[in-house]
């Protein structure tokens, strides 16, 4: 009897095949995960990162990871309110080593707040202020902050 030759691939070599483009794919994924780049940022000097971007504070083991908007009931830029709101967001600060997660608020009405994180003082503030004639889109949301030495 002759070998029967069958068309196509041998069956080791469609699995190496199917091995060698899980691998590929495993590997292109990897790469994508890491694709947010972190911002440099030094002492005193105003940075912008939106959420889930970071800023890495130059001189001081210090990440900012702005991570999301809490709630925004600031009172729209066109509207008349009784009360002027405030929006409340989430950022994680990685401190030696350490992550923190921390929640901070701005007064609506107002161009900028403040708080402290150990011995820091931050400045910051979100962008954009709303307006009752367009919603803001959540991945709108831009975070603007100062680090200090208190």
């Known amino acids: 009897m002759k070998n029967k030759r069958r068309h196509g691939k041998n069956p080791r070599s469609r699995v190496a095949s199917l091995y060698l483009l899980s691998l590929v794919l495993v590997l292109v994924a990897a790469g994508c995960a890491g694709?947010?780049?972190?911002?440099?940022?030094?002492?005193?000097?105003?940075?912008?990162i939106g959420i889930g971007q970071s800023a890495s504070i130059a001189d001081e083991e210090m990440v900012i990871t702005f991570v999301k908007v809490i709630g925004d009931s600031r009172c729209p830029k066109d509207a008349v309110?009784?009360?002027?709101?405030?929006?409340?967001?989430?950022?994680?600060?990685?401190?030696?080593?350490?992550?923190?997660?921390?929640?901070?608020?701005?007064?609506?009405?107002?161009?900028?707040?403040?708080?402290?994180?150990?011995?820091?003082?931050?400045?910051?503030?979100?962008?954009?202020?709303?307006?009752?004639?367009?919603?803001?889109?959540?991945?709108?949301?831009q975070l603007t902050m100062t680090i200090s030495k208190s």
Do not use: H, M
């Open 81 to 141: 309110c009784i009360w002027s709101g405030v929006c409340s967001f989430e950022v994680s600060i990685t401190y030696r080593g350490k992550d923190y997660p921390l929640a901070l608020k701005q007064p609506g009405l107002t161009d900028q707040a403040e708080d402290i994180f150990f011995d820091y003082d931050l400045t910051f503030r979100i962008d954009p202020y709303p307006s009752a004639s367009v919603p803001v889109d959540p991945e709108d949301y």
């Open 35 to 48: 694709s947010n780049p972190v911002t440099t940022a030094r002492l005193d000097e105003p940075f912008t």
